[in-house]
């Protein structure tokens, strides 16, 4: 039975004392208000993270980062390993996200390195796939989500694909304000669903929890989160007010 998630990407965002004065009011108010069963889980930089696990440790809330290295170890000046992670109390890692993508030029061989390696750690996979508005007015949109799935998540086992989460994220609303509508999140999600059923099987794609990550928030969150794919939100700058974010989580 596939899992209801709310995550929260705090992306390069917050020193020390406003990462864990956040965590803290998060951590109270779902404590507080929270009644349901979703996982939530939170992803502050890394320096945070040994910091806010331990924060955290007795509460339901778990913890990740936000990417990790190809490779467990070695000359890599700056990179930050799942093995690390892992070490410091995270349970889970974003893989793929379209920052990554982009900004940082990370190829489908790279993150298939990452998600090996996050596996290998022991680590919850957050596995980031979605098209630009260009991709999307071209209509390449299901082409290239298809193979950034091929690409990287399709020689996994089934054991392996237990520990693998997929987000969805329509780039062009990502931090514009934009929001896909619900038609064109559940369109893109049930696609999702069914191109892991062609490749895995229908009883694997029906256990895959699959998040919506453009621009989720307060007023939107309940339209998308009704949708019959969609299984909770990788929640951006809304994750950044513990009110909002309590807020959505309340929704889910």
């Not at 929260?8 to 965590?23: F, I, P, Q, T, V």
């Not at 990179?79 to 889970?92: D, F, I, P, T, W």
């Not at 030029?105 to 260009?134: F, H, P, R, W």
Request: glycine content about 8%.
């Amino acid at each position: 039975m596939r899992r209801r998630i709310l995550a929260g990407n705090w992306k390069m965002n917050g020193d020390r004392e406003e990462a864990m004065s956040l965590a803290t009011e998060i951590s109270g108010m779902v404590k507080d208000e929270y009644l349901g069963d979703s996982k939530i889980v939170l992803f502050p930089p890394f320096v945070h993270i040994h910091s806010i696990a331990r924060l955290l440790e007795h509460s339901r809330i778990s913890i990740g980062g936000q990417n990790c290295a190809a490779a467990d170890s070695g000359a890599f000046t700056g990179e930050v390993s799942a093995k690390m992670l892992a070490s410091c109390g995270a349970q889970y890692v974003i893989i793929g996200h379209s920052e990554r993508r982009s900004y940082f030029n990370e190829s489908s061989s790279d993150l298939t390195a990452k998600i090996m390696q996050a596996l290998k750690a022991g680590l919850q996979v957050i596995y980031c796939v979605g098209e630009t508005l260009e991709q999307r007015e071209q209509t390449e949109h299901f082409n290239l989500v298809a193979s950034q799935l091929r690409e990287c998540l399709f020689h996994l086992s089934k054991d392996q694909w237990g520990h693998v989460v997929v987000a969805y994220e329509p780039v062009w609303a990502i931090g514009t304000g934009l929001t896909a509508s619900p038609a064109q999140a559940q369109e893109m999600h049930a696609f999702i669903r069914q191109t892991i059923a062609d490749h895995m099987g229908h009883e694997l794609a029906s256990e895959v929890s699959i998040l919506y990550g453009g621009s989720c928030n307060e007023s939107n969150a309940t339209e998308l989160f009704v949708l019959k794919d969609v299984d909770g939100g990788l929640i951006g700058g809304a994750s950044l007010k513990s009110r909002s974010f309590v807020n959505i989580l309340k929704q889910l």
